[in-house]
């Protein structure tokens, strides 16, 4: 399904390593969009790693690993 054609609610909405793959001029509707298929006091969490410096890609991807 698009994004845009969603019309459930939800109390949180993770998205990880997504935002990048998206053309920055659809960036904030589709920021927009996730942010009205959230409750009321709903959270957003967007996780984005950069890889430069190597050693903050590694440590950042074994942080989440550890804590998945």
Do not use: C
Request: proline share 3%.
């Amino acid at each position: 399904d698009d994004i845009m054609d969603i019309n459930d609610k939800y109390d949180a909405i993770i998205m990880i390593s997504v935002l990048y793959l998206i053309p920055y001029e659809k960036q904030i509707e589709i920021l927009m969009q996730l942010t009205r298929l959230l409750n009321e006091y709903g959270k957003l969490i967007i996780v984005e790693f950069d890889k430069y410096p190597r050693w903050k890609l590694n440590f950042d991807l074994a942080h989440v690993a550890e804590n998945w």
